[in-house]
């Protein structure tokens, strides 16, 4: 599929168109274990005699387990009870300074290494049930997965069986290899709050709960994570909630250097029903395939699985793409992305809000039956595509909505695939496009009867604005397009017609004269101001009330993603 999405872009060059966790004190509350790994016996359970390892703990509801701040426990901790409403189970800090680390690694100086010559050092791990093999961090930097017969400085491969090759001798350096699957997780419990942590070096996912409900992740650091083979296949992700899980919350997080994606929840097996995720306000960098994930996956033969009302909001996530890994199934590096995969099942009602994606392959890519995606308020920068929605499925339900958001500096600031049903919209509603330099909108393979009203449309050179293989049935109104040569294109990719002008074009209730932007005190975009001809000349009747800012709407409004 990404190839086909490159090549698709290849061609439109070519035809010349266009901080968590703090050190505050964390005061206990009542009915609190003490965890200090630092602690030279295992104690009783109470700050001043605490336990060392959460192993013999039995978990229970209404009890906080809380691991002293500034300490490393090295340890993978299973939630095997459940918590209820008014009593959930809590794993958090106490004491102060930094957030207690829970680290999936060992350090691997008691193995013979091989050498094999040319500064490449080798050795196997048999994996266990409990036991896998993961990345590796050698003098405390995370090193880049190849898949190249042998590694360079700053690289390690890995293979199913278990060998393992560094660059550099380790004899002289610190390597640490994750060895513990999981930094923290749960099976089929309820009502787990885990806050104030700092988990790294997990080798398949940092938190993971399957068929649970009602499971918080707050405030926490998760790094380093994933890598491990599972049968022949490599996976990890920061915080994962499977299959049935529903009522779960990811906020003010910060998640970094993930082998597959930073945030997600998915169904993998038959017959799953998940529901109501919220992941807010979190900061998401350096992930091998997302930031946030939402999918129904088809894993070989699975179908009739579910997700439904999903909220996506106030999230920061770049550079997806360049995790640690840095080649998952190819050049993924979406942002966040929506996809149910064809067979597999159903996403419905999925919101995303507020979020910035820079620097990714995708700021936010959608695909399959997922229903009405809306997309507001965002700001996509530096992607290859602000947003890119892409479908082969024989029959889909996908409809997005943009309204309301800045995309600039993309390649495509907008891009609409759909080789199959005709029936799927798309909406774009007081939107800024600026600078994105291929073109701010492409539609390809597409028969429906998208609205495109209210948006801003500026290059600052001459290149493409819009490029669609036809215009049958849009609705092209209101939207303030910066004229130029070749501002718009359709037709065949490979040698398109094009427009000059707003007459000759056919859709002519638009305003092509300059925008007039200006810079704007406390905002992160230049905008249009009163003198611009934008200024309250939209149409009404769009249903978008609020813009970027989080202004209302003037009863006329303005055309952009700003009213001014």
């Not at 439109?12 to 266009?18: C, E, L, Q, R, S």
């Not at 089929?188 to 885990?194: A, G, H, K, R, T």
């Not at 770049?318 to 998952?328: A, K, L, Q």
């Not at 669609?468 to 609705?475: D, H, I, P, V």
């Amino acid at each position: 599929m990404q190839k086909v999405i490159k090549i698709f872009l290849t061609l439109i060059v070519a035809a010349g168109i266009f901080s968590c966790g703090g050190s505050d004190s964390d005061p206990a509350p009542v009915n609190s274990k003490f965890i200090d790994p630092g602690a030279v016996t295992n104690g009783t359970g109470t700050e001043s005699s605490p336990y060392n390892t959460f192993a013999g703990i039995t978990f229970e509801a209404g009890t906080s387990y809380l691991i002293k701040r500034g300490t490393v426990l090295y340890e993978q901790i299973t939630v095997n009870a459940s918590g209820t409403s008014s009593a959930p189970i809590i794993i958090g800090a106490y004491g102060t300074g930094e957030p207690p680390v829970i680290d999936g690694s060992e350090l691997i100086d008691d193995i013979a290494w091989t050498d094999e010559g040319g500064s490449v050092y080798s050795c196997t791990l048999t994996p266990t049930e409990l036991v896998g093999r993961g990345n590796v961090k050698i003098d405390g930097i995370i090193q880049n997965f190849v898949t190249t017969a042998t590694p360079g400085s700053g690289e390690y491969t890995i293979d199913s069986s278990g060998k393992v090759q560094v660059y550099g001798d380790p004899s002289v350096r610190e390597v640490r290899l994750s060895r513990r699957y999981f930094g923290i997780k749960g099976s089929d419990v309820s009502y787990i709050e885990i806050e104030n942590l700092h988990i790294r070096q997990a080798s398949l996912h940092g938190i993971h709960f399957e068929d649970s409900d009602n499971i918080s992740v707050q405030n926490c650091i998760i790094e380093m994570c994933g890598g491990a083979y599972i049968g022949t296949l490599q996976a990890g992700n920061g915080v994962e909630f499977g299959n049935s899980s529903s009522n779960c919350t990811v906020s003010g997080c910060t998640v970094s250097e993930i082998f597959d994606s930073g945030v997600t929840c998915q169904t993998y097996d038959n017959n799953q029903t998940a529901s109501d995720f919220t992941f807010s306000n979190n900061t998401i960098s350096e992930c091998g395939f997302a930031g946030v994930e939402v999918a129904v996956l088809r894993n070989i033969d699975k179908s009739g699985s579910s997700i439904s009302d999903l909220s996506v909001n106030g999230n920061t996530i770049t550079n997806c793409g360049d995790g640690f890994s840095g080649i998952r199934y190819g050049s993924e590096g979406r942002g966040i992305k929506i996809v149910a995969d064809e067979g597999a099942g159903t996403i419905s009602g999925a919101v995303v809000e507020q979020c910035t994606v820079e620097t990714s392959e995708a700021g936010i890519f959608v695909s399959g039956n997922t229903g009405d995606i809306i997309i507001s308020r965002c700001r996509l920068v530096s992607n290859i595509y602000g947003v890119a929605v892409y479908d082969v499925q024989a029959s889909s339900t996908l409809k997005v909505k943009l309204s309301a958001s800045l995309l600039y500096s993309n390649n495509i600031g907008f891009g609409f695939h759909l080789v199959n049903g005709s029936g799927n919209e798309f909406e774009l509603y007081h939107n800024t496009f600026y600078d994105n330099t291929t073109a701010s909108v492409v539609v390809t393979d597409y028969n429906g009867t998208p609205i495109i009203q209210n948006n801003i449309f500026f290059a600052s050179a001459d290149r493409a604005q819009i490029f669609s293989t036809t215009y049958t049935g849009y609705t092209i109104t209101k939207n303030c397009i910066r004229e130029c040569a070749s501002f718009v294109a359709y037709g065949d990719i490979g040698s398109p017609s094009v427009y000059n002008n707003l007459t000759d074009w056919g859709f002519a209730d638009n305003i092509t004269t300059d925008p007039s932007f200006v810079d704007a005190p406390g905002a992160d975009f230049d905008i249009a101001d009163t003198d611009s001809p934008c200024y309250h000349t939209g149409a009404t009747g769009t249903g978008v009330t609020v813009d970027y800012s989080g202004k209302n709407f003037e009863s006329t409004p303005s055309i952009g993603a700003y009213e001014y």
